[in-house]
């Protein structure tokens, strides 16, 4: 009889596993509590579904901040390259774009996620339980589910936890298993949201003016990280991939100070004398807001931006205005709300697991994703997270 292995969470982290013990010669059960497999990665894939990253190993490893020693092993031992001819095995051809970061080079997410449950379904040794809330764990190895009006026993010789973090709760990843572990004596970091938008104090006029409008090819600036990428104005705030890559950071800063002054370079390919020199040759008849748009491609949502934050006399002031074209300060008040954020912070400390993942004061209990205590931006490092640590905990299986 073949050991068996019950999976309780069906997003990447979870179907992978499910993956690579069913290659291994395990029989393997699947629950989630949703109504398919796979939502969040859905979602995620709506505006291209970013895989991986390209960049070299030193470098990526570098994007999980405190864990990054721990990261650069697992990622060394299933690497970016690994995960696309994963993809392959799929059916799924990949190819790296301008910015480094990788895509398929034809199929949707939809595709790609029924190419890989098809897969695992052609297994005789899969099992796969929809709607399916897990309502207890025991130490035993045995978990209470809920089916319906019903109560499901399961039971495995390894259990393997991927429940997902605690952002986007429509999809599933809504955290309560963090109260279940916590009465099993684990601990577990308390969630904050990672990859999310901030809020600031806009006026109202600048709130009826904007609605939500993007800003492509922005520096942005906070303590010593500098970033560039696109960000969204939106009636509450800032958010986008160039904020989210510094978002754990600022989100810091808000809590232990109550704000954050995030400073924007909105022509970060111009010298602060190039801007200045291109504002000093407005024509008479030309606005100000004309000769913006003409002469350096300052367009009317970063025109607003620029009046919501500089008072009048600074704005007109040509070496005041360049200045802030360059270092534009803007507030930070509050984070998203976290079922908002792309991703979270927190979940299970590093410390109650072994090097498998296997959490120590539950044996043969293994946890795997984002249910770990790791943060990490957009731009497919989260991903290829999920699936290197559930490649590191198969191996310890």
């Known amino acids: 009889m073949k050991n068996k292995v019950v999976i309780v969470g069906a997003g990447p982290a979870g179907l992978y596993s499910s993956y690579l013990l069913l290659k291994k010669g395990y029989r393997v059960e699947l629950y989630d509590q949703s109504t398919a497999c796979g939502k969040k990665f859905l979602v995620a894939g709506n505006g291209g579904l970013n895989l991986t990253h390209s960049e070299e190993l030193t470098s990526f490893s570098t ?48 595709q790609i996620l029924k190419n890989w449950i098809d897969h695992l379904k052609a297994s005789e040794d899969f099992e796969l339980f929809l709607r399916h ?6 130490p035993s190895k045995e978990l209470t589910f809920k089916f319906k009006e019903e109560v499901v026993q399961a039971i495995g010789d390894v259990v393997v936890l991927a429940m997902g973090g605690a952002s986007w709760k429509r999809t599933g990843s809504d ?9 099993l004596g684990v601990e577990v970091k308390p969630f904050l949201p990672m990859n999310c938008g901030f809020e600031c104090d806009w006026s109202e006029h600048f709130i009826s003016t ?11 600036k906070f303590q010593d990280r500098v970033h560039r990428g696109e960000i969204m104005i939106t009636p509450f705030g800032i958010e986008g991939g160039g904020i989210y890559a510094v978002s754990n950071i600022i989100r810091d800063n808000i809590i232990e100070f109550g704000h954050a ?7 970060p390919d111009l010298s602060l004398e190039q801007v200045l020199s291109k504002l000093k040759n407005k024509k008479a008849k030309d606005s100000l807001s004309n000769h913006l748009r003409k002469s350096l491609g300052i367009g009317k ?43 979270t912070s927190g979940g ?22 984002e249910m770990l205590d790791f943060e990490a931006p957009t731009g497919g490092y989260l991903l290829q997270g999920c699936f290197s640590t559930a490649a590191r905990m198969v191996r310890g299986i």
């Open 210 to 220: 904007v609605d939500r409008a993007p800003i492509k090819n922005v520096g942005i």
């Open 133 to 138: 809330e897990l309502i207890e764990l025991h």
């Open 348 to 369: 299970i400390a590093f410390n109650e697991l072994d090097q498998h993942f296997q959490i120590k004061k539950l044996a043969g209990f293994y946890a795997v994703g």
């Open 63 to 110: 994007r999980y901040g405190k864990d990054q020693d721990l990261f650069s092993e697992i990622i060394g031992e299933f690497t970016p390259q690994d995960l696309r001819d994963f993809c392959l095995e799929l059916g799924v051809e990949t190819f790296v774009g301008s910015s480094g970061r990788v895509f398929p080079k034809e199929l949707k997410a939809a």
């Open 301 to 343: 949502v970063e025109n607003t931006l620029l009046k919501e934050i500089l008072p009048k006399d600074a704005y007109t002031d040509l070496s005041t205005l360049a200045q802030a074209i360059k270092d534009l300060k803007v507030d930070f008040k509050r984070t998203r709300p976290i079922e908002e954020a792309i991703s």
């Open 261 to 267: 002054t995030v400073s924007l370079d909105l022509k």
């Open 175 to 183: 955290g309560k298993w963090k109260a279940q572990l916590e009465k």
